[in-house]
């Protein structure tokens, strides 16, 4: 099992809202990433867990709240968002964010619309 | 892991070899990886390569690494529809303090004619 599941698959928010995006591995890897990337464009690091600890936040906005509950769970808490955070974010995962050889394996995104 | 350059589009006929390009310039780089992205999805691993290695070969991808000149490819066989998508090369470098990350190349996208 490979996967990673992020739910929800589409989100569509209003600039006061309030909204969570969820992400969900069972291969017991220990570190996960937000990536956000914007259309024809490579994807973005956002944050980096390490064994649930946030190990990297690249600058981003406090308007994007990452949190690791558990292991297997990251989720990315959204609030007064902006129409230019309208993106595919991306959850990823990868057996250890210090090691050499490690693949890291995406999920399908979530298709976020804030209008 | 600073930068990460590829092509931005190749087209090629169907049953026909594609071969996608990628530069890279940190020497330091340990693995280099492909991820195919189809429209409105995730990006899907295909194959990766370890720095100490030339090429690397899994069913119809051939990877070649040419580390003195920093240059890597990702050769498809047979190239089907199916294949068309985003390719992205990604290098995987030393961040510091023991950790790792990921850099993205632009991504290259594929165009199969039938």
């Known amino acids: 099992d490979t996967e990673v599941t992020q739910t929800p698959k589409h989100l569509v928010m209003g600039m006061t809202n309030k909204k969570s995006l969820k992400c969900e591995q069972h291969m017991g890897h220990r570190a996960m990433y937000w990536y956000k990337q914007k259309a024809k464009k490579p994807p973005e690091l956002m944050f980096v867990?390490?064994?649930?600890?946030?190990?990297i936040n690249e600058s981003v906005p406090s308007r994007f709240s990452p949190e690791c509950p558990n292991s297997s769970l990251l989720n990315l808490h959204l609030h007064a968002l902006q129409p230019e955070d309208s993106a595919l974010y991306l959850c990823?995962?990868?057996?250890?964010?210090?090691?050499?050889?490690?693949?890291?394996?995406f999920g399908q995104g979530t298709r976020l619309t804030v209008v | 892991g600073e930068d990460v350059e590829q092509s931005l589009f190749l087209s090629v006929r169907e049953g026909d070899s594609s071969v996608i390009n990628c530069t890279y310039t940190d020497s330091s780089s340990t693995y280099l990886y492909w991820y195919k992205q189809e429209p409105g999805a995730g990006l899907q691993l295909l194959t990766y390569i370890f720095s100490n290695m030339d090429m690397k070969q899994d069913q119809r991808l051939t990877v070649l690494l040419n580390k003195k000149d920093k240059h890597l490819s990702l050769r498809i066989a047979d190239t089907q529809t199916g294949d068309s998508a985003i390719y992205f090369c990604a290098e995987r470098w030393n961040s510091g303090a023991g950790s790792y990350q990921l850099t993205f190349g632009k991504g290259t996208k594929l165009s199969v004619i039938p």
């Open positions: 990823a995962s990868s057996q250890d964010h210090g090691q050499e050889n490690t693949e890291a394996f």
């Open positions: 867990y390490s064994y649930e600890k946030l190990s």
